[in-house]
């Protein structure tokens, strides 16, 4: 097994630890929780939501005799009936939702098979007759994001079932080897983690140099370009993991030495440390960004005086230190509020 297919393989189950942590937000904001349960064991994920508020993710079942993939209705509790099934074997796990209630994740076809790729019809569990994508060739396929057309990206094998490359299918399509395989930045594999409305696909990729990963992000339904679309990094390795509308990117990226790893935004053709874009004395060490919606906000993992603590970045502005906002911000007055916004200190 390469490093990426093993860095590939343990990456769900890590997002699903990670990105399921709700970030705080300012102290004026509050939040009813509910709980979502499970299908009848004791470990559940959560993994996405809906604008309806339609939840995804993977649930223990019954005797904890393995995960299935659900979607709950709008702003309720797991029931057993939100089960989604799987393609034929036994576990099945959601990884996103669009508006539609379309889920697109990975489920196994028969008991003993690796996982395919699945999307299901809107509010309707996995139909094994016809929402399999399929591979590229290969025996192993998962789905990671879904656009509010239809359209699905992931990871699949090829044909030789020795390598991964990222997927875009088009709308409410199966995966087709001859069009939908993004292929790479030069090296042998690369993995797709989301798209937007448009069709630009993030993830990461090796290099030439076949031992390199980069993040990436494609022009509007084409393949990666190796010569416009490798997004660098912040030193060594970098991995893009979620696109706006507007085509920001966020991810993460080790710094030159390899051992610390910085979240990073990609907009306007640069990639930056988002430690460098906060106060200097804030105490935070913004270490992966998961997620960045179309008003610019971040959302993320890492370290507050050494603690670890998810994180939520709002774009800066005179308005939002008004009216005593700074204090939202750890700001001491106002002014020094502002002088962040105008200045960067």
Not at 332 to 343: D, H, L, Y
Request: proline share 5%.
């Amino acid at each position: 097994m390469t490093r990426f297919s093993a860095l590939h393989r343990v990456g769900p189950l890590t997002a699903l630890l990670l990105v399921s942590i709700t970030p705080p937000l300012h102290a004026q904001i509050r939040y009813f929780i509910t709980d979502l349960g499970t299908l009848g064991g004791t470990v559940g994920f959560g993994y996405a939501v809906n604008a309806q508020g339609q939840v995804t993710g993977a649930s223990l079942t019954s005797g904890n005799n393995g995960y299935l993939a659900f979607r709950t209705a709008p702003n309720l509790p797991i029931k057993a009936a939100d089960s989604l099934g799987t393609l034929g074997g036994v576990q099945s796990y959601g990884q996103s939702i669009n508006n539609l209630g379309q889920v697109a994740g990975a489920a196994a076809i028969t008991d003993s098979s690796p996982l395919h790729a699945f999307r299901t019809e809107p509010d309707v569990p996995i139909n094994p007759a016809v929402d399999d994508l399929g591979t590229l060739g290969g025996t192993e396929s998962g789905a990671s994001g879904i656009n509010s057309l239809g359209q699905v990206v992931g990871y699949s094998s090829t044909s030789d079932d020795t390598i991964l490359h990222a997927f875009r299918t088009a709308p409410n399509r199966p995966i087709n080897p001859a069009t939908d395989d993004l292929g790479t930045l030069g090296g042998t594999e690369s993995s797709a983690t989301a798209i937007n409305n448009v069709g630009q696909v993030v993830g990461y990729a090796l290099t030439s140099d076949d031992t390199t990963l980069h993040a990436f992000r494609t022009a509007p339904n084409l393949p990666i370009n190796p010569a416009t679309d490798d997004l660098g990094t912040l030193g060594a390795e970098s991995y893009g993991m979620a696109i706006n509308e507007s085509g920001q990117v966020v991810g993460f990226s080790y710094t030159s030495d390899r051992t610390v790893v910085h979240a990073f935004l990609f907009s306007r053709g640069l990639m930056y440390d988002l430690n460098n874009l906060v106060p200097a004395d804030s105490g935070w060490d913004l270490q992966q960004a998961f997620g960045i919606n179309d008003a610019g906000q971040i959302v993320g993992i890492g370290t507050h005086s050494g603690v670890d603590r998810p994180f939520l970045l709002t774009p800066a502005s005179d308005n939002l230190c008004k009216n005593r906002g700074w204090e939202n911000f750890g700001f001491k007055n106002e002014g020094q509020c502002i002088q962040f916004v105008k200045t960067g200190k």
